[in-house]
T-cell receptor, first 115, second 112 residues
Framework: DAGITQSPRHKVTETGTPVTLRCHQT?????MYWYRQDPGHGLRLIHY???????DKGEVSDGYSVSRSKTEDFLLTLESATSSQTSVYFC??????????????FGPGTRLTVT | GDSVTQMEGPVTLSEEAFLTINCTYT??????LFWYVQYPGEGLQLLLK?????DKGSNKGFEATYRKETTSFHLEKGSVQVSDSAVYFC???????????FGTGTSLTVIP
């Protein structure tokens, strides 16, 4: 257990509204990630962060923004939700293990439905 | 670029059957390889990993061997149980850049 929580766990929202998902970690990990999971696509990286106020885009970043003002919190915002953003969103952290190898650990996920 | 390809599912097996889920990778560097498991309604959990060629990762009766010559990391279990029903993801990371790449997942259902 890497001490990762996500909120909310479930959300239904309407097209065009902004939505913010929160990821909180308690173990001071430097790297944090947001993925979305869709059938047939596996996990796709949206954005990641390598420190406070340091973020970068992943492969499916259009329509999403992130912020990290504190080490423990990584926020994902859908600026104007669309039905194509209906998905399950996972937050993850990574940490270095032996021989410089990173391991990634995941939160429980947020199921978002955009109607 | 770096990527992972794993066998399509779904896979349905009877209890105590032998399991193999194939995974091959493409990497520009020297990756670490992982298998993750996802139970219904949950996040992904690290199942096992290997960090160099010929390493064998193992956990909960599952095994996978890092084969550099065939760029493969196939997941195996000798006798599956109903409780192994889940989605399994193969993944790799390249040490520099802290990036992870996941396969599309293979759904496994074990029937009594």
């Amino acid at each position: 257990d890497a001490g990762i929580t996500q909120s909310p766990r479930h959300k239904v929202t309407e097209t065009g509204t902004p939505v913010t998902l929160r990821c909180h970690q308690t173990e001071n990990h430097r790297y944090m990630y947001w993925y979305r999971q869709d059938p047939g696509h596996g996990l796709r990286l949206i954005h990641y962060s390598y420190g406070v106020k340091d973020t970068d885009k992943g492969e499916v970043s259009d329509g999403y923004s992130v912020s990290r003002s504190k080490t423990e919190d990584f926020l994902l915002t859908l600026e104007s939700a669309t039905s194509s953003q209906t998905s399950v969103y996972f937050c993850a952290i990574s940490e270095v293990r032996g021989r410089g190898s990173y391991e990634q650990y995941f939160g429980p996920g947020t199921r978002l439905t955009v109607t | 670029g770096d990527s992972v390809t794993q066998m399509e599912g779904p896979v349905t097996l009877s209890e105590e059957a032998f399991l193999t889920i194939n995974c091959t990778y493409t990497a520009t560097g020297y990756p670490s390889l992982f298998w993750y498991v996802q139970y219904p309604g949950e996040g992904l959990q690290l199942l096992l990993k290997a960090t160099k060629a010929d390493d064998k990762g193992s956990n909960k009766g599952f095994e996978a061997t890092y084969r550099k010559e065939t760029t493969s990391f196939h997941l195996e279990k000798g006798s599956v149980q109903v409780s192994d029903s889940a989605v399994y993801f193969c993944a790799l990371s390249v040490n520099t850049g802290n990036q992870f790449y996941f396969g599309t997942g293979t759904s496994l259902t074990v029937i009594p």
